[in-house]
């Protein structure tokens, strides 16, 4: 099962990788890697996203005859507090210290103290 689209950015495609997709470039995080130790680079998006992964099961599939990257996807909401904002303005995160409260914004979540990336 994998999430496609999140609250820390969309994991389905990438402009450069679906240039002819007008919702390719929605809700990039292109900062860095996960913990953000290292700075975006062009190579590293072709295993970061859905849309490759199937392609590339698919091609293994017809060379090897399994599809190591064969998986499902669901829609649904990545909030796990069992909370929903329907408002732009009343979006809250996904965690507990985000929701909502007059001083949810306020601060910042991670910053890595390589790259100074805040999250």
Known sequence: LYEATQTKGDGETHPTLSPND???NFERWDFGNLDGSAAKTPDMLEFE?????LRNGLKLEAELGTNPYKFGMVGSSDAHTGLSALEEENFFGKTTPQEPSPERMLSTFFTNPKTKIKV
């Open 22 to 24: 007008e919702f390719a």
């Open 49 to 53: 996203y859905a849309r490759s992964a």
